[in-house]
């Protein structure tokens, strides 16, 4: 599948972005076949992208609704609430925890040939869309079911989607370079996400932070201003939101991705010696 791809030694510091461009097929060819291993030799196929949202929405509800009482904001519908949180959760977690993983999914062609690096986290992005595009779509189908009108806010969506998409690289470059060189770093990661799930507003209200001694704490996790603001863009007005958390989301994602990128950049070269 490689062999139309152009891949050379690489040059000088301004001729990787360009190599990254000329590349930019090899980038296509190992998105399709992350998106098709995902799924090659499971039985239900992308079904699961589907199942997956619905249990773990379910399981929530019950779970933080039934038992232990926790309220959705006022007029909205808990299952909605839930869903519009971990669908740009979910979003988050499964592309940091591909990029994370995406050079030792590719060893084999890390100790091979050279090109960019940077294009196997890139491509990891992929698998982490089709499934967000899915839980999107389950969410719209709700909407209908529980006659819950979409908002005018829609319109600045793609602004998340963006932000979790920086979020989630800048991150996953950083962890991508210690799992190679330290793999108990992959044994890590699902615990960080497990446990992140719980630390983010995807099964509650942030409304349950205001006025506590840890609300300035709470704000500084990044993904806080992604799904609350994730959630204003689908259920309206209704959700609660502060803008004000956008703050040191942007300003944090922006810093990790930067200081990501050039770490990431310095060690590329010794990756072959730590596979």
């Known amino acids: 599948m490689l062999h139309n791809i152009t891949i050379k030694a690489g040059g000088s510091e301004k001729d990787y972005w360009k190599d990254l461009w000329l590349n930019r097929q090899l980038l296509l060819i190992l998105s399709k076949r992350d998106i098709s291993v995902r799924y090659k030799q499971t039985l239900l196929g992308v079904a699961w992208s589907v199942l997956r949202p619905l249990m773990t929405m379910t399981v929530m509800v019950f779970v933080f609704s039934y038992l232990a009482k926790i309220k959705s904001d006022p007029g909205i519908p808990y299952p909605l609430m839930v869903l519009s949180g971990l669908t740009i959760w979910t979003f988050f977690a499964n592309t940091f925890t591909q990029i994370s993983n995406s050079i030792l999914i590719n ?90 799930m719980y630390a983010c507003p995807v099964a509650y209200s942030s409304t349950l932070a205001q006025g506590t001694w840890f609300e300035k704490y709470y704000n500084l996790n990044p993904l806080v201003g992604i799904i609350d603001g994730f959630r204003w863009c689908l259920l309206g007005d209704k959700a609660y939101f502060n803008p004000a958390s956008l703050i040191s989301t942007a300003i944090i994602s922006t810093v990790v991705l930067g200081l990501s990128l050039i770490y990431f950049r310095k060690k590329e070269n010794s990756f072959v010696d730590h596979i």
């Open 107 to 196: 060893s084999n062609l890390v100790s091979k040939v050279y090109f960019p690096r940077l294009l196997m986290p890139l491509s990891s992005i992929a698998v982490g869309f089709v499934d967000f595009l899915i839980a999107f779509g389950i969410f719209l189908f709700l909407t209908a079911v529980f006659q819950h009108p979409l908002s005018i806010n829609l319109i600045y969506l793609p602004f998340f989607v963006l932000l979790t998409f920086t979020t989630s690289l800048g991150f996953g470059l950083f962890f991508a370079v210690l799992n190679v060189r330290f793999r108990d770093i992959g044994q890590l990661i699902p615990f960080m996400v497990q446990v992140g």
